[in-house]
């Protein structure tokens, strides 16, 4: 009987796809007009602004430091958390004052320099609610443009940082290279209470 | 499981069709050519985009002045709108043309000047520089780097080309086929892209565009042939089938370079640094790609069946798809 259903629910389910895809659209095939526009714009919008992208390349380091299994976790988890965060700014009315993005700044590159270990379910919710936060910056920003589609592309290009740089600083072998990590993110610390020193001194 | 999967791919599918006419990449183009010392004839080709006429508006220096009625025509893919100005006697030196709505789209727009000496200048309004300053003859590395700019943009926007040279790579085995391939479809699409762009041949849009889509369409059952172990002549000679449909891509390279109506002593140099800046595209593109593959065999990710599927599936819908849709234009073009 659940199997039945479970079949009819898929069927249904495939109707609805069809359906919603035979729907007329404007066909306009030029060679370069590829349709991809909106996923490109969201590919730029986070390569265009180190407010997203430095944490996003903070998070890979500090995944990549962890060890394989923690860079598995946030090659899926960061970009769908980011995703989900993403259309939840889509439909909210405002942005919050607090600078939220710097405190992420400095929480990264503190466990960075640090070289901090942490429990598998800590990490896994740190990537989860960086994710979501700047997701919902970014869908925000991409309301009154891209939106949805911006929001894919923002997921695919960060999923493709989080593979290669994680991948890249698991394969460091020398100890030194690790050093030059967390120097790294001793900076990425050092930018976030900057912003976060410009945001209360704008505020007195 | 089979059916989450094609729900999948038509989901994606369905992502791109809801956005066909979403962007419009083809260039606009201003030319100004000299009549006498103070007078200008300006036509300014606006493409359309998005089916209506572009957001971009010419704004031309304020002290100069229309001469007659200025006329305007609408073509399939552009308005061209036609004006003669004089400059009341004034040098157009260092005089700025501005594109104000540029900003809002993805346009690159060609301007070229021809003077009465024969001098000619060109330059490049983007949506990031929506403007464009006047002035004489410039270095070639600047033009170079304009053109360069241009064929690098255009295979990286150029999601048709990408989904073809991913085709290949997920069909190819080995360092050297990949070499191989890679060099073929290069060699070949260099060749096409020179033969249309010197106007040798000349290999009409709709067709192209169909063609193009049916070579992607092509490389979806073999990906998915390749990755369940089967062997065909493309899984032997991946090289053969990248020079054979490399042909047909030059053609579609040859369209982005040719609608920037580019001054025919630009001509060798423009295709040099296109074509160099569609390799350097390509070469990127491969480059994460096998960036890609190397993070997910660092990370140890193990991927299900069905994910394993998944890019065959999708570079043979994307392909089916964009035939379909592109034959019914050609067809709709021809009744």
Do not use: C
Not at chain 2, 250 to 255: D, K, L, P, T
Not at chain 2, 291 to 311: D, G, M
């Amino acid at each position: 009987m659940k199997r039945s259903l479970l079949h009819n629910l898929r069927i249904l389910l495939g109707a609805a796809l069809s359906a919603a895809l035979l729907q007329p659209s404007e066909a306009a095939a030029h060679l370069v007009t590829t349709g991809m526009g909106p996923v490109y714009d969201g590919i730029g919008h986070l390569l265009l602004t180190p407010e997203d992208l430095v944490p996003a390349l903070a998070m890979s380091l500090y995944a990549g430091m962890r060890g394989r299994a923690p860079g598995r976790r946030a090659l899926f988890l960061f970009p769908l958390a980011w995703l989900l965060g993403g259309f939840a700014g889509l439909s909210a009315s405002g942005t919050p004052t607090f600078p939220l993005p710097a405190i992420s700044f400095l929480l990264l590159g503190a466990l960075i320099a640090a070289d901090l270990r942490m429990p598998d379910n800590i990490f896994t919710v740190l990537a989860l609610a960086v994710g979501i936060m700047h997701g919902f910056f970014n869908g925000i920003a991409l309301k009154a443009g891209p939106s949805g589609l911006g929001l894919l592309g923002i997921m695919a290009a960060l999923f493709v940082l989080v593979a290669i740089v994680s991948a890249f600083v698991l394969s460091l072998k020398p100890p030194w290279a690790r050093i030059a990590v967390r120097v790294a993110g001793s900076w990425v610390a050092a930018m976030g209470l900057l912003m976060i020193g410009w945001f209360f001194r704008g505020q007195g | 499981m089979r059916s989450i999967l094609v729900g999948m791919i038509f989901l994606f599918n369905g992502f791109l069709l809801g956005t066909v006419s979403a962007h419009e990449s083809q260039p606009g183009s201003l030319e100004m050519k000299q009549l006498a010392p103070d007078r200008y004839d300006i036509i300014w080709r606006a493409p359309i985009y998005y089916g209506r006429p572009h957001p971009a508006q010419l704004q031309l220096p304020e002290d100069w002045e229309t001469i007659g009625q200025p006329t305007e025509r609408r073509r399939a893919d552009a308005i061209v709108f036609n004006r003669v100005i004089t400059t009341g006697g004034k040098s157009i030196e260092g005089k700025i043309i501005r594109f104000p709505g540029l900003e809002a789209t993805i346009t690159d727009v060609f301007i070229r000047l021809k003077r009465l000496d024969g001098t000619m200048m060109s330059t490049v309004a983007r949506p990031t520089k929506p403007w464009a300053e006047l002035r004489g003859e410039r270095p070639w590395y600047v033009t170079a780097g304009e053109y360069l700019g241009l064929g690098f943009h255009h295979i990286l926007m150029g999601i048709d080309h990408l989904l073809f040279v991913l085709g290949l790579l997920l069909i190819v085995q080995g360092r050297m086929m990949l070499l191989k391939t890679i060099t073929s479809f290069t060699v070949a699409h260099s060749i096409t892209l020179a033969i249309a762009t010197l106007g040798y041949a000349h290999a009409p849009l709709p067709p192209l565009n169909a063609a193009i889509a049916l070579s992607i369409l092509f490389l979806g059952p073999e990906v998915v042939r390749s990755r369940r172990g089967e062997t065909s002549l493309t899984i032997r000679f991946p090289w053969l089938v990248a020079f054979a449909f490399g042909l047909l891509h030059g053609f579609g390279f040859a369209s982005g370079l040719s609608t920037t109506g580019m001054p025919k002593a630009e001509l060798p140099w423009a295709l040099l640094w296109f074509n160099v800046g569609v390799e350097l595209g390509q070469l990127v593109f491969v480059f994460l790609a096998l960036a890609l593959a190397w993070s997910f065999k660092t990370l140890e990710v193990r991927w299900p069946r069905w994910a394993q599927a998944l890019p065959g599936y999708t570079v043979g819908s994307l392909g089916a798809y964009w035939t379909i849709q592109r034959t019914v234009i050609l067809l709709g073009g021809l009744f």
